[in-house]
């Protein structure tokens, strides 16, 4: 079987790494890969980006892929499995209509109100004076979001009522995420724990994946600015039994049951970034409609199951029949980003280091890295490595993870000292 993973992240390298595993796959064609897939097994990059939807669609016909899996957000929300099935190809995720729920903020805000799923308070707004009056009515802390994609860097929480309008003024009049942000979601700041909660979908039945907790923001504490993502780690300690049963009957099905009532099968990966109240009860931040990243990237580390056959049994609408299993060990994963990340930052810089890094318990997936003339490895985007390692608990997959970090060194490298920190000393309160 080929298989073409679309998109170059740190979740592709993932994802293409863990279907290269299947013995059912010869080749794993990347599109357009990084650094990090160019050198793995069974597996090679095509000059090919993720949104150029007729030359995927070309090479997937000349290649005769059997199964396409997309990564990224961007080509669901152009129709890139619509077009692919039209031509009878296998294309793993939601359709244009189903990956609203990631594209527009209000979509879904407007889709959980009519179902009854629970989520904070909002408002949508497209006029900056309307904006303002809602914000000084409800007071702060309250978030800003940009509707539209923003690569996970649109939301804003705001303390003061000044940063709040700022926020808007800088969406709604100066552009900041393009046309993303031609329209803001105001919504109520909720309290509590986040958490990540990513499915299988087949339209109908539901196959969860194993529970996870990323770090959004770019510094320790959970301080600075919303980035795509700075880490993660499975399992997540809230989300034991009882509440993984709540989440699944009261947000979940109740969403995939939904759209299905609206016309809309949604097949494909389903996450739910969610808030988790001090006294329990879940509440959507958040859906998108692809794996995260970083969370991908441990997931994908515990996964023991087959990741094609499962895959294959929700195109098929047998998802039912299937289960995933898991390795009981914890896996926990540290972003290193280039210095200035989420804002401005350079790109060149030569990564040395990585030689002496993986092991059977480390692995380290790419994200933004490319290889120069002279074959090293070079610095390409804002996230740069994912350095993910198993462990018994996550104390020990913590301490293997930073331990290959102090081999890895690039100018202006910038990660996170405290990833899973929360995790080893109880429930820390966030704010989104």
Same mark, same amino acid.
């Given at each position: 079987m080929k298989v073409l993973i679309v998109g170059g992240g740190g979740r592709e390298h993932a994802l293409a790494w863990k279907v290269a595993e299947s013995l059912q796959v010869n080749e794993v064609f990347v599109a357009p890969g990084n650094a990090g897939t160019a050198n793995e097994p069974k597996v090679s990059n095509i000059n090919i980006g993720a949104e150029e939807i007729d030359a995927l669609l070309d090479f997937a016909l000349e290649e005769q892929i059997e199964l396409t899996v997309v990564g990224p957000e961007a080509p669901l929300t152009e129709g890139i499995v619509n077009r692919f099935q039209e031509q009878g190809l296998r294309c793993f995720g939601p359709s244009k209509e189903a990956a609203q729920l990631e594209g527009s903020k209000d979509f879904t805000k407007q889709f959980l109100v009519r179902n009854q799923i629970p989520t904070a308070s909002y408002q949508t707004f497209e006029s900056i004076i309307e904006a303002n009056r809602y914000i000084e009515e409800v007071g702060a802390p309250i978030v800003v979001k940009a509707d539209g994609l923003a690569a996970g860097k649109g939301v804003i929480v705001a303390e003061s009522v000044e940063q709040a309008k700022q926020a808007v003024s800088d969406m709604l009049e100066h552009n900041r995420f393009g046309t993303a942000g031609n329209r803001v979601v105001i919504e109520q700041c909720l309290e509590g724990e986040e958490a990540s909660f990513i499915c299988i979908v087949d339209g109908e039945d539901v196959l969860p994946l194993a529970t996870s907790q990323d770090h959004k923001r770019a510094l320790d504490g959970d301080l600075g600015p919303n980035t795509g993502g700075m880490g993660a780690y499975s399992p997540a300690p809230i989300i034991d039994a009882k509440m993984e049963y709540t989440i699944m009957t009261r947000i979940i099905q109740p969403t995939v049951a939904g759209l299905l009532r609206e016309g809309i099968r949604y097949t494909g990966f389903l996450y739910a970034g969610l808030m988790i109240s001090p006294e329990g009860v879940p509440q959507v931040l958040e859906f998108n409609c692809r794996m995260g990243d970083p969370e991908t990237q441990p997931i994908m580390v515990r996964l023991k199951s087959d990741l094609v056959d499962l895959l294959s049994a929700a195109l098929n609408g047998n998802l039912g029949c299937v289960s995933a299993k898991w390795d009981s060990r914890a896996a926990l994963g540290v972003v290193i980003a280039s210095g200035g990340y989420p804002g401005s930052y350079?790109?060149?810089?030569?990564?040395? =280091?990585?030689?002496?890094? =993986?092991?059977?318990? #480390?692995?380290?997936?790419?994200?933004?890295?490319?290889?120069?003339e002279a074959d090293?490895? %070079? #610095?390409?985007?804002?996230? #740069?490595?994912? #350095?993910?390692?198993?462990?018994?608990?996550?104390?020990?997959?913590?301490?293997?993870?930073?331990?290959?970090?102090?081999?890895?060194?690039?100018?202006?490298?910038?990660?996170? %000292?405290?990833? =899973?920190a929360r995790a080893l000393h109880g429930t820390t309160t966030s704010t989104v």
């Open positions: 350079r790109k060149g810089a030569i990564i040395s =280091g990585l030689e002496g890094s =993986g092991s059977d318990q #480390v692995k380290v997936f790419h994200a933004g890295t490319a290889m120069n090293e490895f %070079t #610095v390409s985007g804002g996230r #740069v490595l994912c #350095v993910t390692a198993l462990g018994e608990k996550i104390a020990a997959s913590r301490h293997a993870a930073y331990d290959s970090i102090k081999t890895i060194y690039f100018e202006d490298m910038h990660f996170r %000292t405290d990833i =899973g």
